[in-house]
């Protein structure tokens, strides 16, 4: 159990990171065309922190189905 219990503290933290990640991302889209430059890298940020979001979810729903069978 306390694997889970690691795995949902993961989430949560990679959770915000991510939400950080995409407020950014918006942030400098309000703010074109000032910085452009920065797109690539910024987006590339929210793709890379959401894309371990999702993974920590899998791994987290993966563990709670064993944990249950």
Known sequence: MADIESL???????????????MDL????????????RI???????HEAHAALVAARQALADAQAGAGA
Do not use: C, G, M
């Open 40 to 46: 690539p890298e910024v987006a590339k940020i929210a």
């Open 8 to 22: 949902k503290s993961d989430v949560k933290k990679l959770n915000a990171k991510a939400t950080q990640a995409k």
């Open 26 to 37: 918006h942030d400098l889209s309000e703010e074109l065309p000032t910085n452009w430059q």
